[in-house]
């Protein structure tokens, strides 16, 4: 059997065996068969082309439950799981086959295995032994997207490809969030008010278009060659009029924080950008304040940050203790993945008698990977972050063309507010967060290899259209 005849079969099988193990154990067959195939389908076609129709799928996925087995979003998780197995059945069988590709590695590969590994060794003192394992085999899923991305994004067709399944599609989930906020604006400090929309609450809806605004933004500060400054123009307007209507304090801090490292890549010589941006931005806020009934709701909603009686606030210090808690009992390894969820019980003084059913966290993802993977797990963690921030950065000293260097300030700036807003929230466990998140780390690196590339090759003008 040759290779090409090999790498189009075995789609085929993948996907034939997962949907008889999974519709022999379900108790709906039909339906996850006919998800398996649908998803198997798309990667036959072409991984590249999955991949786009991910993206495109992602804001608008929405939760299935699979009785007394499982629960996934659909078709986000269908999609990346048949990604991810694919891709790697390819490399094992290209590795048998003797096919080598002279192709540089990828460059987080390392921390990103032991992070996984950890994962599913912290299984050893886990209080459920099958919710642990499935829920790292599904974590592991996620993380090793970046290295499907990394692989599949490999020019600039690739890259603009890219760019057309994303940005149309968030825009089109923010504006629709917006007009549900705007319904709702009685309620637009609660989660309820994002009934109807793509998003389940602010935090999710907040950190998702602060990664879109925060690419738009750096595009149209650091790149100045030829390309279409309206269409970028306006998706900076909608992401941004989009985070004027989020109401979390989390992604206030993150894009604030995002937006100054941003700033300070400027240097001295674009003094007036600064100026304008800083400006603009100032004046913007003031006209939303004047709104009627937003200035006190946003200082209330400020006042509450430092404010220990608050039950949000209060709620959020009982998962930290217990999360602290959690590491001290098992401080190598913690408590096992997903265990947070299976050992805390919500104080019902505090959130009324509503127990969250999915994705209890402790409002920190750095406090819950303690707690979870133990103090190794924390230290690959932060080992994760830091290897993504210095490439970046080391990248930025050798990249002088401005279009690559907009994307990567941007990618660069939107991981970095996810970072900061993690602080105080956990979102990896949810598509639209985890998503974009590891995304962003498998495609700094292959735009930063494109860049590398199209610098060793003869000089041309830019003829970017996007």
Known sequence: MSLKQANFILPFIVCIVFGVILGQYSETPLAVLCLLAAAGAFVCVGMELALYILLIC????????????????????????????VYWMKKIVDYVLGKREDSPSFPF????????????????????????????????????FSLVVFDLIKNRQSLKRLFISTFPSAAIAVIWTVIVLIFHIDQWQW???????PFTNYSVYGSFTAIFFLISLSRLLFD??????ILWIGLFVCFGLGLIMC????????????????????????????????????LVLLVCLSLPGVYTSVVERVSTSIDLNYASNRARLLRWGQAVTMFLDN????????AFAMLYEEDVALVGSYVAQYQLGAHSEYLQVMAELGIVGLVVWIWLNFAFLRYGFRALKRIDDGFFRSIIIGLMAAEISLMVHFIVNNLLNGDAIGVPFWCIYGLLPAVVQIAERDKDETPHESTNTI
């Open 224 to 229: 100045n060659q030829r390309y279409d400054r």
């Open 58 to 85: 992602l804001p608008f996925s929405f939760r299935y439950i699979i009785p007394q087995l499982l629960e996934i979003q659909t078709p986000t998780e269908p999609l990346l799981g048949m990604l991810t197995v």
């Open 247 to 282: 109401f979390s304090r989390g992604v206030w801090v993150s894009v604030i924080v995002a937006v100054g490292i941003m700033l300070v890549q400027l240097g001295k010589g674009v003094t007036q950008k600064k100026v304008l941006f800083i400006g603009t931005a100032c």
């Open 191 to 197: 989660t309820s008010a994002y009934r109807s929309s």
């Open 331 to 338: 401080p190598i390894l913690g408590k096992g993945y997903g």
């Open 109 to 144: 590969l390392l921390p990103l295995i032991c992070f996984i590994f950890i994962t599913f060794l912290s299984a050893i003192n886990t209080p459920d032994l099958f919710g642990t394992l499935k829920g790292a085999l599904r974590y592991a899923t996620y993380t090793m």
